[in-house]
């Protein structure tokens, strides 16, 4: 489904509204910076829109407030209007604004997102991967192992990973069920 919107919030609520309008009865759009978001975290939102009734949502919140997914079984347009996006508190008002307009939310467990160094380097911990420098030094290894020609004058590539990360981070992926 191609991805319309003139900003974050206008974006998640247009593609759930298109997945919607196609005949979709449980939409859930997930992050793209939570990797810990896996194939059963997915199917157990899925399995709470279908069992919690006629207005139901599913929200996986992430550790810094907000939420790393998603889940409606039909349009909300009011939780994502002026939404403060990237603040502490868009999971308390986004399920404010669900309750208020008559939807059941349930929850999943908590997961961390990435939205800056320190966050990663805090899922690399927990994931035993080691800091940020060092998965940027095995990686300049291996770029140096694999590509011959790559120039260590193209800056630190704990920098060029991170820079590109954040231009990389794309609008909501939208999951059908």
């Known amino acids: 489904m191609p991805q319309r919107g003139s900003g974050f919030g206008e974006s998640l609520r247009l593609a759930l509204e298109d997945a919607f309008s196609s005949g ?7 992050g793209n910076d939570a990797p810990e978001i896996s194939r059963s975290y997915l199917e157990a939102a ?4 279908e069992s919690t009734g006629p207005q139901a949502a599913v929200m996986g919140p992430a550790s810094d407030g ?3 997914l998603l889940g409606l079984n039909r349009p909300c347009p009011a939780a994502f209007e ?7 508190r868009v999971a308390r008002l986004t399920e404010e604004r669900l309750l208020r307009s008559g939807f059941q939310v349930d929850h999943l467990h908590t997961v961390q997102d990435i939205d800056n160094a320190d966050s990663l380097n805090r899922f690399l911990d927990r994931a035993r991967c080691g800091s940020l420098s060092k998965l940027a030094k095995r990686l300049a290894s291996l770029l140096t192992e694999s590509l011959p020609h790559y120039d ?3 800056g630190s590539l704990q920098e060029m990973l991170f820079v590109g990360w954040r231009a990389l981070r794309a609008p909501p992926f939208t999951c059908l069920n």
């Open 24 to 30: 979709y009865q449980n939409v859930v759009v997930i």
């Open 46 to 49: 899925f399995a709470s829109l």
């Open 66 to 68: 907000g939420y790393a």
């Open 82 to 88: 002026s939404m403060p996006w990237g603040s502490d």
């Open 152 to 154: 260590e004058r193209l």
